[in-house]
């Protein structure tokens, strides 16, 4: 018969996690894990207990924002309107940095161990497929739009969308309007080659190690 972890042990998990999901929304996830103890009220003892390795902390921090991103798309790729749908969840994605930087980096960093956090990412990633055929089905998407571009869309709009300064704030809309512009049908005129996903993906992997 299994024991149940004691309500202290419980309490100080729930104390890590919270503190990790305000730290990691704040600065990202590379923020030193001393700070996540310090800002939980616990030792780094108790956190490396709990979460031996950094990308297990990840992992527990955002499976549900995980979840729902891949909701999101999937939400996306049912609607009847497919540019409206395509529009709508790159402008989701590209805020997200605004709410959540941590999540942000989350989405565009490759977790191979995590393999919950990973599944989600995963189902979302179909769906965008899903959502992509649809539109280049009806027209109104140009044809070499790649669903692999979201995690360079994101990192590009990353810096912009985050930022706080109120000139750079409000230019985030013309920001997202011009990459909208830029995939629609009407623009003819090919894009550069893109790398192989494979390439692109082992790129952005996150390298599991222990705590720093």
Same mark, same amino acid.
């Given at each position: ?15 890590? =996690? ?38 297990? =902390? ?141 390439? =692109? ?12």
């Amino acid at each position: 018969m299994s024991r149940q972890p004691r309500a202290d042990a419980v309490r100080n998990r729930e104390r890590v =996690l919270a503190a990790a999901a305000e730290v990691f929304g704040e600065s990202g996830i590379d923020v030193p894990m001393s700070e996540v103890a310090r800002r939980a009220g616990v030792g780094i003892a108790t956190l490396i207990r709990n979460f031996p390795a950094r990308a297990d =902390l990840v992992e527990a921090t955002f499976g549900a924002a995980m979840t729902d991103y891949a909701d999101t798309a999937t939400r996306a790729a049912a609607d009847p309107d497919p540019w409206a749908a395509f529009c709508g969840f790159i402008e989701y994605v590209c805020r997200i940095p605004q709410r959540d930087r941590g999540f942000a980096q989350v989405l565009t960093t490759m977790f191979t161990g995590a393999e919950l956090l990973e599944a989600q990412r995963q189902r979302g990633l179909r769906e965008f497929i899903r959502l992509v055929r649809r539109a280049k089905a009806a027209g109104v998407l140009r044809a070499d739009f790649s669903p692999h571009d979201l995690p360079l869309i994101l990192l590009a709009t990353g810096g912009v969308m985050r930022t706080q300064t109120p000139a750079l704030a409000a230019a985030q809309d013309r920001l997202i309007g011009y990459l909208l512009q830029a995939c629609a049908a009407s623009n003819t005129k090919p894009l550069p080659g893109a790398p192989p996903p494979r390439d =692109l993906y082992a790129a952005l992997e996150f390298r599991r190690g222990g705590q720093s």
